[in-house]
């Protein structure tokens, strides 16, 4: 019996009748979208689970970060990691700005606060950092930076949402923070987004912004765009929230049937579990260095042969892509440890619908590799 496919991730969806009243309801109502009651609900409903005041929903994480980068007012160049998925950087393209790659840090794989100071230019107007696999950025020194030159501070924490840290809101620092609210992120609305602000103002703002720069029926006050999130996507928003708090903890049992099965195989490493009150499991990234028989792509390549689409998240680096080749801040040899890391990166299937049995035959898999007979193909340098 050939056994079923298992992907990076799988977009939680409920029993179909689970979500028929809701449609039931948007039916009725007539309003399909344009801040209707379940937009409306699920602002509420969000801002209460992630304990923030000020939330503003988007049609998707893209759009949230090109409207918190309009309301920053960013200009010139702004400072960001090439270990993410490119949205990152392509907001800042869009709005004529140029990115400027510093390099992570080896173990939390989020910008390097010294590689960011040491990036800052006269041009400089904002740091971009990435919250990476839901694991925080050292939010305290990236302030400290982003004080001392008076530069603003936005969070891509698209990964982060369910993330609970110790003593601080992690949503909430920096001048701005946007969530992903995509079909493989924990929580999803099929896409969306969401932008936390820090107070009542700003998300005036943001809404302006998301519905065109509308303040009212006949006044514009800015050049806005369509980012607004339409009304079947906030009911399910509201549905899935119901389930989510089920769903990271079997994620993160299956987090650890990994890190048992997986603990003793030379040459693989699991990522240490950051310092939170509660990770989100969004992902589970392993490393594979040269004490393992296969290159990290052959091992990608066995897996799929498998049928389990494991994921490269992220390779390449941003800065390899052509459009950012060019720049200064993409030259080879400026970003060793993305670079490393972007080469022994794999992010193994994980989501709540997965079993123990399933999370054993990926690991088992794993431990089984042999050399191949061949030489190595695939590996970086
Ligand atoms: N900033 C960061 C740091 C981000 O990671 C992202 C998005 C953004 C900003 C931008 O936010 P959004 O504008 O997207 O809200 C996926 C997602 O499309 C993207 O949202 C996400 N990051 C990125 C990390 O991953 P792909 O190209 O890898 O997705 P795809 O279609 O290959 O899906 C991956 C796997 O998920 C598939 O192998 C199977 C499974 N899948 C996916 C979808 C969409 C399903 O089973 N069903 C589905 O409907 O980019």
Request: proline share 7%; aromatic share 8%.
């Amino acid at each position: 019996m050939s056994e079923r496919p298992l992907y990076v991730t799988r977009p939680f969806l409920p029993p179909l009748e689970d979500f028929l009243p809701y449609l039931q309801e948007i039916w009725a109502s007539g309003q399909v979208t344009n801040g209707g009651s379940f937009h409306q609900r699920l602002e509420a409903a969000l801002s209460e689970y992630l304990e923030v005041d000020h939330l503003s929903l988007t049609a998707n994480g893209t759009l949230a970060l090109m409207s918190a980068i309009r309301v920053l007012d960013l200009a010139g160049e702004v400072i960001t990691t090439p270990f993410s998925f490119v949205a990152t950087s392509h907001v800042l393209l869009w709005n004529g700005i140029t990115p400027v790659f510093a390099d992570i840090d080896a173990d939390g794989l989020n910008l390097d606060p010294a590689a960011v100071e040491a990036a800052i230019t006269p041009r400089t107007t904002a740091i971009l950092p990435v919250h990476v696999y839901g694991r925080p950025c050292d939010v305290r020194a990236l302030q400290d930076i982003a004080d001392r030159h008076g530069l603003r501070l936005l969070y891509d924490a698209a990964h982060a949402c369910g993330v609970r840290t110790a003593g601080y809101n992690l949503l909430q620092q920096g001048d701005l923070s946007v969530l992903s609210l995509h079909a493989t992120k924990v929580l999803h609305t099929f896409e969306g987004g969401a932008v936390v602000s820090p107070d009542a103002r700003t998300k005036r703002r943001i809404d302006e912004l998301r519905n065109f720069g509308f303040a009212g029926e006949t006044s514009v006050v800015s050049a806005g765009i369509n980012a607004k999130m339409n009304e079947l996507q906030a009911a399910f928003g509201l549905l899935h929230l119901q389930h989510l708090d089920a769903a990271i903890a079997r994620r993160k049992a299956i987090d650890a049937c990994y890190r048992q099965a997986l603990a003793e195989v030379p040459g693989i490493r699991c990522l240490a579990l950051p310092d939170v009150v509660r990770y989100n499991h969004g992902y589970f990234p392993i490393r594979v260095d040269d004490d393992y028989p296969l290159s990290r792509d052959d091992l990608l390549s066995s897996l799929r042969d498998k049928g389990i689409y494991a994921r490269r998240y992220f390779y390449p680096l941003i800065c390899d892509f052509p459009m950012y080749r060019g720049l200064p801040s993409a030259e080879p040899g400026h970003l060793p440890v993305a670079r490393r890391v972007a080469g022994e990166i794999l992010c193994l299937p994980i989501y709540p619908e997965m079993d123990d049995a399933d999370c054993r035959r990926v690991a088992g898999l794993i431990r089984a590799a042999r050399p191949p007979a061949s030489p190595r193909s695939g590996r970086r340098s």
